[in-house]
């Protein structure tokens, strides 16, 4: 079997015995004692700047799919999965889908469309750069390239004083600690029995997991015992945080077995790029910068988007799994640049993202695993 990195084998064995089969093949019992079947739905969203555009649209057309096929026109993305995991631009998401209604708190208060517009209507503010910003950075070589104000302030006026504890679901957002040099999982299930160390403001939970090297400065945000963190964008470990995930599940409930999983995973694009030896072989740490971030994440997702297919397919429930990565390179009007929030370029997102959702294929799929959700 072809691998993407060392010790990649090692870890397939250590997912696929979670998988519980017998030597004969047959699955081994339930524990006698369980009076039900486990399940756990989790919904993953990987980072990409603004073209989380891409994610949130599929979403809206998802959420349509829900609304349709449950006859129920309040049905939210929130309703339907028990985990919702993001990174960066992910992790906003997740966080918008999971916040609460002030006027009915057990409801969600945003729709997907609501979601994704927070990117349609503020992108353009949120990745602005004035001249001064432009020449003082160097283009982004001597400091950030953006300014973090303008994303704070929107953080603010869609979560205030939300903390991550008042959200409706177990949430798994990702960030790096860049003293503690550890990764961050923010949860909403590690808050239960109010422990304060473990719980932070909703705002400062979405600007740490995208506060991404060279275009925002880290973020330095307080729990609720005032323990502070510096962090970084989760991308750097984790642009993809759907095996975090994976593990967060049984980490939430050992009973759990890898086909109690049905797992929606969305990216937001993938830009394939080449770089030629002749081109790089002379590059130095300036040359690389852009492109080694590109390539990282990029990477890293489709090494984990590999490993859970395998990991499904091994255990006969190769369905319950659902990749959806749109390739950008079939929408040349598309620019895949992280940062570029012209209203053009988001525009050309969200009608890249919508013809991919109006695919056959792809509205099978969606359809298919819409009903799997609503089966429980």
Not at 91 to 98: A, F, P, T, V
Not at 274 to 296: C, D, F, R
Request: aromatic share 10%; net charge negative; glycine share 8%.
């Amino acid at each position: 079997m072809l691998l993407f990195y060392p010790g990649a084998q090692r870890d397939l064995e250590f997912f696929a015995s979670l998988i519980d089969f017998p030597v004969s093949g047959i699955r081994a019992p339930f524990n006698p004692l369980s009076t039900a079947r486990w399940i756990m739905r989790i919904l993953s969203i990987d980072g990409g700047g603004i073209r989380g555009i891409i994610p949130g649209t599929i979403l809206v057309a998802f959420e349509k799919r829900l609304q349709e096929l449950s006859g129920d026109k309040t049905k939210r993305i929130a309703d339907v999965f028990d985990l919702v995991a993001g990174t960066s631009t992910g992790g906003i998401l997740s966080c918008l889908y999971l916040c609460p209604d002030k006027k009915h708190p057990g409801r969600p208060r945003f729709t997907a469309e609501e979601a994704v517009n927070l990117y349609l209507q503020n992108g353009d503010d949120v990745f602005d750069i004035s001249v001064f910003k432009e020449l003082s950075s160097l283009g982004g070589l001597a400091d950030e390239r953006y300014s973090a104000e303008c994303l704070e302030e929107l953080l603010q006026s869609y979560f205030d004083e939300l903390k991550l504890s008042d959200l409706l679901k177990p949430c798994l957002i990702t960030a790096y600690d860049i003293t503690r040099r550890q990764a961050h999982f923010f949860n909403k299930a590690d808050t239960r029995g109010h422990r304060n160390e473990k719980d932070f403001y909703v705002r400062d939970v979405a600007r740490s997991t995208s506060a991404a090297p060279t275009y925002f400065e880290p973020s330095k945000i307080m729990a609720m015992d005032r323990s502070v963190y510096p962090l970084i964008d989760g991308g750097v470990f984790a642009n993809n945080p759907t095996m975090c995930a994976c593990v967060e599940a049984f980490e939430m409930n050992h009973e759990l077995r890898l086909d109690d999983l049905k797992i929606l995973s969305i990216g937001t694009g993938t830009t394939v790029k080449p770089y030629h030896y002749s081109e790089v072989k002379n590059w130095g740490k300036v040359a690389w910068i852009s492109p080694i971030l590109n390539i990282m994440m990029s990477g890293v997702s489709e090494t984990v988007d590999f490993q859970m297919k395998s990991l499904f397919r091994c255990a006969g429930c190769a369905g319950q799994y659902l990749r959806l990565e749109v390739d950008l390179g079939e929408f040349p009007d598309v620019d895949g640049a992280m940062d570029n929030a012209s209203e053009t370029n988001m525009d050309a997102l969200q009608r890249a993202a919508e013809k991919f959702a109006k695919r056959d294929e792809i509205s099978a799929k969606l359809d298919a695993f819409a009903k799997l959700l609503l089966n429980g």
